[in-house]
């Protein structure tokens, strides 16, 4: 369904003015600070999560049922003024639910070309920008004769379903290739084999665009993981000015050209000798992006609340350096002891830390609880305070 006055494709989008009732599918942390800023501007939320009391339903309305319960999809499509997701993998029948009972600016297309890694490289391409050389794989064969054309080092991975670095395999010699094959294949998915970057670091640009087609970008953070998890995005990236300001163009070049609405987060590797290569795109405020919550005239919650809602993008110039690093389940206790302490590591660098907990029941080995923003001079001190706190150690 079409809201009265809005042309989902069109030019003159209405605007959803405070007041409107945003509907989120998944209340996880970042439909929580989705609502903690899009209440701040004075929208109402309600959300669909299987999970009582859920991170998003402790500060809104709730709808307690399964993602794919389409009766359930139905009770949001009748509460909200108009839909996001926080998450990629929506079921697709729900998608075509939601957008057919109530307004979606997003639009279900782009959840199909992000659910899969092939269309979403072929999307990327189609948008004028690099990717890593890669095949599509259908047998042992096949994987065989792709390692061949690209040259090993490469990188086996399902085309869905992968996240943190599970449903990949980086191979390296001939002989690991029937080995992987066959343990992925097993999954069920399709494969992709993609040539390895040898990258000199790995950033992030959030770009947010409006129905209007009105197109912004972040500053780049510079994203260090552990076990293929997120630890550390650092802004400015320590990379040259240059590349910085072609990374914003190419996410904002990749943005319209998947027609998004709402925000893109654009992952890229940065090669040695300065080119970029898009690694994976995600329609939804993105973990890299976090540090926009103090570091930046805009967060990217309010930007995103922003583009669906189709308001005039917010400044998006960086306040401050910034370093944010993520507080998982082993990391939680000692960071609220610290945060309840006089920080005198923090005081003597000069770094003003700032705790965002996301008010999860459970606190489990590897799972995301909150994270911390660190202010700073120079985010090398940010770095420092990280090093001298022992939080991160394991
Ligand atoms: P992904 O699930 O695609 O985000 O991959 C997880 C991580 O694996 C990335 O953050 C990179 O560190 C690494 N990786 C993935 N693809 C490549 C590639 N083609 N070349 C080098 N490293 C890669």
């Known amino acids: 369904m079409t809201k009265p006055g809005v042309q989902q494709n069109g030019q003159v989008g209405e605007r959803l003015a405070p007041g409107a009732v945003i509907g989120v599918l998944g209340g996880g942390q970042l439909g929580r600070m989705m609502a903690l800023d899009g209440t701040r501007m004075g929208y109402k939320f309600v959300t669909l999560d299987p999970q009582p009391d859920c991170p998003l339903g402790q500060i809104s309305e709730q709808i307690t049922a399964a993602y794919d319960n389409a009766e359930a999809a139905g009770q949001l499509a009748a509460k909200a003024d108009v839909i996001t997701y926080e998450f990629e993998n929506v079921d697709a029948g729900v998608a075509a639910l939601l957008e057919e009972r109530s307004y979606v600016p997003q639009g279900s297309k782009l959840l199909y070309t992000t659910q899969h890694r092939l269309r979403e490289k072929a999307a990327i391409e189609a948008a004028g920008a690099p990717v890593a050389p890669y095949r599509e794989i259908t047998s042992l064969e096949s994987l065989q004769q792709a390692a061949v054309e690209l040259g090993l080092p490469c990188v086996l991975k399902t085309a869905t379903g992968g996240y943190d670095g599970k449903g ?105 000798d300065g080119s970029l290569y898009v690694n994976e795109v995600a329609p939804r405020p993105h973990n890299s992006g976090h540090y926009t919550m103090e570091a930046c005239a805009t967060s990217q919650f309010e930007q995103h609340i922003r583009a669906i809602c189709n308001l005039p993008l917010g400044d998006t110039t960086l306040l401050s350096p910034v370093v944010m690093v993520n507080v998982l389940g082993q990391h939680l206790d000692e960071a609220i002891s610290r945060s309840i302490r006089k920080d005198k590591a923090a005081i003597s660098l000069g770094v003003i830390p700032k705790l965002h907990l996301y008010g999860k029941a459970d606190s489990k080995h590897n799972r995301k609880m909150g994270h911390i923003n660190l202010l700073c001079g120079d985010v090398e001190d940010a770095l420092e305070w990280v090093k001298q706190t022992n939080i991160w150690r394991h």
């Open 168 to 272: 990949q395999v980086v191979l390296r010699e001939e002989e690991q290739l029937e080995e992987a094959y066959t343990r992925l294949a097993s999954t069920g998915a399709e494969l992709v084999l993609e040539k390895f970057i040898p990258f000199t670091s790995e950033i992030s640009v959030i770009a947010a665009r409006t129905p209007d087609g009105e197109v912004k970008s972040f500053p780049p953070a510079e994203n260090i993981h552990v076990n293929n998890i997120l630890h550390l995005s650092i802004v400015p990236a320590r990379i040259p000015s240059e590349i910085q300001r072609r990374a914003c163009q190419l996410a904002e070049q990749v943005t319209e050209g998947l027609n998004a609405a709402g925000l893109l987060a654009v992952e890229m590797f940065v090669a040695e």
